[in-house]
């Protein structure tokens, strides 16, 4: 039923839709990242379309790729009944890897604020012309975006020193960090930053 | 003698004119989870508000990227922690449709009756802290007392009160006990009677109702924007219901009606969540009456489901699959998904995105809290700061899935 969403997208983009497939019932366009808002404005204000909500907005991080960073929207229409999936990848990869930078959306859906600034905080998305690009989650001393792959899930920012042993007068070999491996599966895959190979 | 007032125009006084700015919070008794509200004040007017969030953090989507895509039910059961079963199933529908499974009809019917009787604690715990946090003890006292003997239902199907970790890929942990269709019968009049007693408690009070009424409108095109969703989006008159707009396991052979609100404001939340208390109700009877007594409840595929410990502890086959499953985990085709129930709150949704091993690549859940505390700040800005209390209690923000 959404496939109408996608062949419409396609023809009134052209080129800027770089793919499209649907898989499991969901569909799902790949986008450039110039015509992002664009796109998203015409989705929501096109009578056919009208996706009124935005429901879900997230960035996946892919190390190994050369744009790094996908960032996922997922919209819904409430007159309507449907959804789409949209998704662009951003990241400079030449110049730094680090830098990945989106035109916001937070004029066109009110909750795209607070998920740009979630978006932001986890996987480190620059949102041009945010009103109030802050971290949301963590604390504003963070170093570091958490949900990127090369973030090490066992590191630890406290913002007050653990105690030491002496100090504490016990054994802590139990507090956190726990080591990188303590309890994990097998097979698991980990990601570690380039320079520290 | 002269009356004071008389030279008022004169001598007017001068009061500073400056606003106030006042925190609330993280840790507060009128917010409950852990939220701070920087308000800044004119008076008893809030002029500004910046709303908080975060310290409940705990990382939740970075842990699933350590352990296989069964270790992530304890997780879910923890997001929101009034009503974990429908965190359970809901993660376990999202895993199943990037699988390609479809669970027997008797799961289908166990995870609906549980997920209801979850849906109406859920609830009980947000009308009745709200009536609370307005002075209102009695209703909170009663309401916990109907939540408890829900909970005992829970506990003699799963084991747990509260984080059940009942729902596995493929299936329910264990059938359903042979008295859960009575236990069912039984509690939920109990329950209704005390829900209505509380009700009428409140609702012939003029000093709950004024403070309700009115408090905290929102429209429905400002609801949908800022990407409302559940019984908060209901009560702006939206029939915008995962349930009945897009219908998963049985729900769509069961009769039920979706309350709306007409207003929008703080009163229509707390009447939509006692309608649907009912309506979840007349669901959990309508699953018990057509819910079979025989067959299995988990699919019968050893690529997900666990070996029987029976077997597991006499055959070398059952071991070895006993410990790949447990040690590496399940595994789920490569690709993506985006599956949505309806929770507590509204909509719950999981992005699940698989590179094809027995570990996720990436767990994305859109908690329905998030959008719906991202719009407080409109809700409350311009009104009294009295008005923060039965606001914010009638949106039931749950730190554990807003803060992730």
């Known amino acids: 039923m959404s496939q109408l969403v996608l062949d419409r997208l396609k023809t009134r983009f052209g080129a800027a839709i770089l793919e499209t497939h649907s898989a499991h019932g969901d569909e799902t366009a790949v986008v450039t990242p110039e015509s992002w808002r664009a796109v998203c404005q015409f989705l929501r204000d096109d009578p056919a379309m009208s996706f009124e909500m935005l429901t879900d907005l997230c960035g996946v991080d892919f190390p190994d790729r050369l744009p790094r960073m996908e960032v996922v929207a997922h919209l819904y229409s409430i007159s309507r009944r449907h959804r789409v999936r949209l998704k662009t990848r951003v990241g400079d990869a030449e110049l730094s890897p680090e830098t990945v930078e989106l035109d916001s959306v937070s004029a066109i859906w009110k909750t795209a604020d607070w998920l740009e600034r979630e978006t932001f905080d986890m996987s480190g998305v620059v949102f041009r012309e945010h009103p109030d690009l802050r971290r949301i989650l963590m604390y504003p001393e963070f170093v570091g975006h958490p949900l990127r792959k090369d973030y090490p899930a066992q590191k630890a920012q406290p913002l007050v020193e653990y105690r030491t042993e002496e100090e504490a007068g016990l054994p802590l070999e139990k507090l956190a960090p726990f080591g990188p491996d303590e309890g994990m599966s097998f097979g698991r895959r980990t990601y570690t930053r380039s320079e520290e190979n | ?404």
């Open chain 2, 1 to 404: 003698m002269e009356p004071i007032d008389l030279d008022l125009e004169e001598g007017e006084l001068e009061l500073p004119a400056e606003p106030m700015r006042l925190n609330m919070g993280p840790s507060h008794p009128a917010m409950h989870g852990t939220v701070r509200m920087v308000v800044e004040l004119s008076g008893e007017t809030i002029d500004k508000v910046d709303v908080q969030i975060g310290y409940l953090h705990r990382g939740f989507e970075k842990m699933c990227e350590r352990g296989t895509w069964a270790q992530v039910f304890p997780y879910a059961d923890r997001l929101n922690y009034v009503s974990p079963m429908l965190n359970n199933v809901g993660y376990a529908l999202a895993v199943e449709k990037l699988c390609g499974i479809a669970v027997p009809d008797r799961c289908q019917w166990y995870r609906m009756a549980l997920g209801e009787l979850a849906r109406i604690s859920d609830h009980l715990t947000c009308t009745g802290a709200m009536a609370m946090e307005l002075g209102a003890f009695t209703p909170f006292l009663w309401f916990v007392k109907a939540r408890d003997m829900i909970w005992d239902i829970l506990e003699e199907e799963t084991g747990a009160r509260l984080t059940h970790s009942f729902g596995r890929i493929g299936g329910m942990a264990a059938p359903p006990t042979p008295k859960f269709k009575e236990m069912c019968g039984f509690t939920l009049g109990k329950v209704l009677s005390i829900v209505e007693e509380g009700e009428k408690m409140l609702l012939k009070n003029r000093i709950f109702i004024d403070r309700l009424e009115n408090v905290g409108v929102i429209s429905q095109a400002d609801a949908i924007s800022l990407g409302w969703t559940g019984p908060c989006l209901r009560a702006t008159g939206v029939d915008y219901d995962v349930r009945k707009a897009h219908p998963y396991l049985k729900y769509d052979e069961v009769d039920f009606d979706v309350p709306v609100g007409r207003r929008g404001d703080t009163m229509d939340r707390f009447l939509v969540r006692l309608a649907e208390i009912r309506q979840s109700m007349r669901i959990v009877e309508q699953v018990c009456a057509r819910m079979p007594d025989e067959g299995p409840v988990s699919v019968d595929d050893p690529r997900v489901m666990l070996p029987p410990k029976e077997a597991v502890y006499s055959t070398i086959e059952a071991t070895i699959q006993h410990f790949k499953l447990v040690m590496e985990g399940a595994k789920v085709p490569k690709g993506e998904v985006y599956s949505y129930t309806e929770g507590g709150n509204g909509e719950l949704g999981f992005y699940l995105v698989s590179d094809g091993s027995g570990t996720p690549y990436r767990v994305r859940i859109r908690p329905p809290c998030f959008s719906i505390v991202s719009g407080v700040s409109q809700l409350i800005s311009g009104g009294m700061l009295s008005d923060v209390v039965p606001v914010f209690g009638s949106v039931n923000m749950i730190g554990g899935e807003c803060d992730h």
